[in-house]
T-cell receptor, first 113, second 114 residues
Framework: GENVEQHPSTLSVQEGDSAVIKCTYS??????FPWYKQELGKRPQLIID?????GEKKDQRIAVTLNKTAKHFSLHITETQPEDSAVYFC????????????FGTGTRLTIIP | SAVISQKPSRDICQRGTSLTIQCQVD?????MFWYRQQPGQSLTLIAT?????????ESGFVIDKFPISRPNLTFSTLTVSNMSPEDSSIYLC???????????FGPGTRLTVL
């Protein structure tokens, strides 16, 4: 089955700087890679996703890149703000949202004011 | 995105008892997924709830411990049976979007077993 690794487990960044979180996956059949943000006591919220036919996707301060050959994808957050502090999870699926998600272990991002 | 509700939002239970968690969606969905999130950990899929057929369980999870019902396309239940403190977790249901492009989570049920 699919295995998703995520690094780093914790990340502290000065406000205004950029943050990068990296994930690798093992199953070449995976074609959908979402990122979820989970604030304390709340449900995971989908913040951005990318499909295997695209190399990069951007939404305001958030971007995701995908390297299918190397089987890794990354989340980039620019101009970080205190409200970006949360736990971020990457995931992989072989059939977009209609299939089970395999999650990475999570990254606790702390933005230092 | 679909509106997903879960009941109860939290509960404290005694070991050896069972708790049934409900997940209600405001639209019909083909698949519903049940995840477990242990304290400070990531999300792990328990099973996929299929309407009209038995749930499909992931490795390490069995029907006797986590029986699932899926009576229609908008509702599912997960029962945590014969609970022990190790079952203390957040249990979340999730569903695909209408287009099937994404997956969204319910608010979760925080279970504490004493």
């Amino acid at each position: 089955g699919e295995n998703v690794e995520q690094h780093p487990s914790t990340l502290s960044v000065q406000e205004g700087d950029s943050a990068v979180i990296k994930c690798t996956y093992s199953d070449s059949a995976s074609n959908y890679f979402p990122w979820y943000k989970q604030e304390l006591g709340k449900r995971p919220q989908l913040i951005i996703d990318i499909r295997s036919n695209v190399g990069e996707k951007k939404d305001q301060r958030i971007a995701v890149t995908l390297n299918k050959t190397a089987k890794h994808f990354s989340l980039h957050i620019t101009e970080t703000q205190p409200e970006d502090s949360a736990v971020y999870f990457c995931a992989a699926s072989s059939h977009f949202g209609n299939e089970k998600l395999t999650f990475g272990t999570g990254t606790r991002l702390t933005i230092i004011p | 995105s679909a509106v997903i509700s879960q009941k109860p939002s939290r509960d404290i239970c005694q070991r050896g008892t069972s708790l049934t968690i409900q997940c209600q969606v405001d639209s019909q969905v083909t698949m519903m997924f049940w995840y477990r999130q242990q304290p400070g950990q990531s999300l792990t899929l328990i099973a996929t709830a299929n309407q009209g057929s038995e749930a499909t369980y992931e490795s390490g999870f069995v029907i006797d411990k986590f029986p699932i019902s899926r009576p229609n396309l908008t509702f599912s239940t997960l029962t945590v049976s014969n609970m022990s403190p190790e079952d203390s977790s957040i249990y979340l249901c999730s569903v695909p979007s209408r287009t099937g492009d994404e997956q969204f989570f319910g608010p979760g049920t925080r279970l504490t077993v004493l």
